[in-house]
């Protein structure tokens, strides 16, 4: 193998001022993980600048790039070739890396973070380009759109020389934005506003409401599946699915057609705002996105959120379905949701549901039952599992929900 570490780029986390040193630590450690589960030979270092994994034969370089491209706060990820200090040693590296790319035009451009370093960068650069133009035929230099550009950056400790760099996830590591209880649903645009949560660092629990015997026990193992491909991006993985049907029965019954989506809505909200403060987590949030459906207009949207004082995060809010569709087959969501097992919103969803809702018409319907018995009920029936490494999950008794 050519290379001899990946540095890895940290992006946002250089902004985080005193908190840089905690951002730091907590991607690496997320880093680890990772590499303790798929590559246990590996380890991640880090200092104020990079992380570093130093690479070892037997590791597929193109596998262990494709896990690390999942982890939330790597900005890019850049294999390199760590030489001496001298110009002997670098120009020997300069040609290994370049040797093995296809190129007609290059350049060649350098760092000195080692400001003490006594050779110029130009003189660096005219070196090791000379020693490249030498060697390899049929090529040329040129400095303004080059097919290959040789990096090379002069540290204190060595110098480290590039070829390639990679995108990684961006954002936040896992964990570091707080906690949020997402409203899974099943469907496309749940899974792709997680990916986004997971990116600015949140940590996720994860509500459903189901409503047996009207939606099939099936989608629980759809559930299972789109969160075991999500758990590349959070370790622990907690879903609570909610007994929905006594409550979305009595909506049909006391409420008109038009505003029982409205309704259901502002019910799951009560339910999961309950179920949010006994956790002690902070916000929700939901997979909903302006105008795509009935209950997404910002009408039903200020109709809904009045049930409850706490923040709703919105990670779509401004994206259209193609857009949510293209994320979710990069994620490997999408072939999971768009199997036919259908949740609770679709199976009882209105022929003409009201799109400009108004909150006074809610309490109106509202006030011919009394719900909050329901919604007691349906909170003390909450049922919690836990997401295991082979993709099932685990029920797990009360005391151990947290």
């Known amino acids: 193998m050519i290379y001899s570490h990946l540095i890895l780029h940290f992006g946002e986390l250089s902004t985080k001022g005193l908190n840089k040193g905690y951002f730091i630590g907590e991607l690496v450690r997320s880093i680890n993980r990772m590499l303790k589960k798929k590559y246990p030979s590996l380890r991640a270092t880090s200092d104020h600048a990079h992380a570093y994994i130093a690479l070892k034969e037997e590791i597929s370089l193109s596998a262990l790039l494709s896990s690390l491209e999942d982890i939330p706060g790597i900005q890019r990820i850049t294999p390199v070739c760590q030489s ?19 190129f007609s035009t290059f350049k060649v451009h350098v760092r000195r973070p080692d400001h003490t370093f006594p050779i110029s960068g130009y003189e660096i650069a005219r070196t090791l380009g000379g020693a490249v133009l030498a060697n390899i035929p ?35 590591p896992s964990g570091c934005a707080g906690r949020s209880l997402m409203l899974l649903s099943g469907g496309i645009d749940s899974p792709v506003a997680s990916y986004l949560l997971f990116r600015r660092g949140l940590r996720l629990d994860f509500l459903h ?61 009560r339910i999961a705002s309950i179920y949010a403060e006994e956790k002690h987590i902070p916000s929700l949030a939901t997979g909903e996105s302006v105008g795509q459906v009935a209950s997404q207009t910002v009408e039903s949207m200020r109709a809904i959120n009045a049930v409850t004082s706490m923040p709703i995060l919105r990670p779509l809010v401004a994206m259209d379905k193609l857009e949510i ?52 009920e349906a909170v003390e029936q909450i ?3 836990q997401l295991q490494e082979d993709g099932t999950l685990l029920l797990l008794e009360k005391e151990n929900k947290q």
């Open 84 to 102: 001496e200090r001298d110009l002997d040693s670098l120009k020997k590296n300069a040609l290994l890396l370049m040797k093995e790319e296809k």
């Open 138 to 172: 049929s090529i040329s230099v040129d400095v303004n759109h080059p097919e290959c550009t040789l990096e090379v950056e002069i540290r204190s400790d060595a110098a480290y020389l590039s070829c390639h760099s990679y995108p990684g996830a961006g954002g936040y």
């Open 383 to 385: 049922k919690s599992y």
């Open 209 to 269: 409401f189901a409503a047996p015997p009207y939606t099939s026990s099936a989608v629980i193992d759809k559930l299972a599946d789109l969160l075991h491909t999500l758990s590349a991006y959070q370790e622990k993985i907690l879903l609570h699915v909610v007994p929905f049907t006594n409550l979305q029965l009595s909506i049909y019954e006391h409420t008109d057609e038009p505003y029982c989506i409205t309704l259901m809505r502002r019910m799951m909200l």
């Open 325 to 376: 569709m293209k994320v979710a087959k990069k994620i490997g969501t999408y072939d999971i949701s768009i199997r036919p097992y259908e949740d609770c919103c679709t199976i009882f969803k209105p022929k003409k549901p009201k799109t400009k809702p108004k909150e006074k018409e809610c309490l109106f319907y509202e006030s011919r039952w009394d719900y909050n018995l329901q919604i007691e």
